[in-house]
């Protein structure tokens, strides 16, 4: 899309400018999803929710109809700034459950975000371009030959209304102060339950807030970053550092990925965080990450030792690559992406180690909006350093271009160091301690 708004001037800038977009959801995102956070205390979960699920709708359609660049990053910054539903959804999970059903519900959240990175490269991959991929079907519409990208936004749009509907109607309100409960003296009228207010400063006064907030910044780095720098390794060629996949390889091995994560949630968090307990299953997966950043050059490594060089060219280096080596390299792949996949199973006990900090319930909301907040300021920074990082180490030949990996296992062994500040008992502190 970058290439076709023609705000490049070469090839190499692409990623910088589609970067900028991403980024500026991130931004604009940091800057509101504390208060829809604090907002869902006050008015409740399922307002809130179906807001930004509105607001959705309309920034996507929005976006479909770039054609400019600033249309863009402008549509994107209405994304992000109703871009609240993060945090009001994990509030929701949090005051549904509690200690003996929290570790199968809170995965659910990661499984469904790992079916949409697979249903959503899909339809932006089929569906951008219509004129040119259906030009006898949907792409002969005129609408479609001058706004190339808004069909696949119109589709995601129908999912947004869907939900919408279907949380109108089916979607309980969970907030304790604002749902309804039978009364216990007779009467016939319904009475809502009053809770305490808990003020900002009270949750950021918990030290194991802070210490779980803390060690969650350092993940959101690792996590997004792994997932920048992994299209960039993927597509460097091998002499320089990378695989020489192309990206249509790149996307479906992702997607695979996507499914792999899906299956990890719903069906090994649940016994692991049984077996090794919150906190003791959160190290042991921070652990993870310091090693499948080592991982990275160690499969260039293989790769060097057992595809032929052809440069730059891609079509030589697929055409003239032995397929034994091409199925060592693909098993590689494979189990790394399974190894991230497992270590990304510390997003959904962060989740569970906040709920536990939380002061009260009637705080979720603003205690989550605050965790997204932490989750954006490292979305809205990692892309950029990791991969003005990634392309120094291969143009410098620092290390033998291998300085990006050295800083980012650094930065994960920081991140795994953290997790023994995490506090044993965070369940229900006292507020006023």
Known sequence: MIEDLKVAEKPSDIGYYSGLVDSTFALTELATTLQWGRLSDRIGRKPVLLIGLIGLTFSTTLFGFSTSFLWAVATRCIAGAL?????????????????????????????????????????????????????????????????????????????????????????????????????????????????????????????????????????????????????????????????????????????????SGALIQLFVFPPMQRRYGSIGL?????????????????????????????????????LGAAIPA????WTCIAFLLIFVRVACMSYSVNAILVREACPSKDALGSTFGLSSSVSCIARSMA?????????????????????????????????????HSICENTNHEDASE
């Open 83 to 259: 871009s609240g539903n993060s945090a009001v959804v994990m509030s929701v999970i949090g005051e549904i459950t509690d200690e003996t059903n929290q570790a199968r519900a809170f995965p659910l959240s990661g499984l469904t975000y790992n079916l949409g990175a697979v249903v959503g490269p899909i339809i932006g991959g089929n569906l951008a371009n219509p004129a040119i991929n259906y030009p006898r079907s949907i792409g002969s519409l005129s609408l479609f030959k001058a706004y190339p990208y808004l069909l696949p936004c119109l589709v995601c749009s129908c999912f947004t209304i869907f939900s919408f509907i279907w949380g109108s109607y089916r979607l309980e309100e969970t907030h304790p102060n604002i749902r309804s409960v039978a009364p216990t003296d007779g009467s016939a009228a319904p009475q809502p339950i009053k809770r305490k207010a808990f003020p900002m400063r009270v949750i950021l006064a918990s030290r194991s807030m802070r210490t779980v907030l803390s060690t969650y910044f350092f993940l959101c780095v690792l996590g997004t970053s792994f997932d920048v720098v992994f299209a960039l390794f993927s597509y460097t060629p091998v002499h320089l550092g990378g695989l020489s996949r192309a990206p249509k390889e790149i996307g479906y091995a992702l997607a695979l990925s996507g499914v």
């Open 282 to 318: 959160y190290r042991r997966l921070m652990f993870l990450w310091p090693v499948a950043y080592a991982m990275l050059p160690l499969i260039n490594f293989i790769a060097r030792r057992t595809m032929p060089d052809f440069g730059d060219d891609f079509l030589a280096q697929h």
């Open 326 to 329: 091409d199925v060592v390299i």
């Open 383 to 419: 892309p950029a350093f990791v991969s003005s990082l990634f392309a120094f180490s291969k143009r410098s030949q620092i290390l033998n271009g291998n300085l990006v990996w050295v800083i980012m296992c650094g930065i994960a062994i920081v991140g795994l160091w953290s997790t």
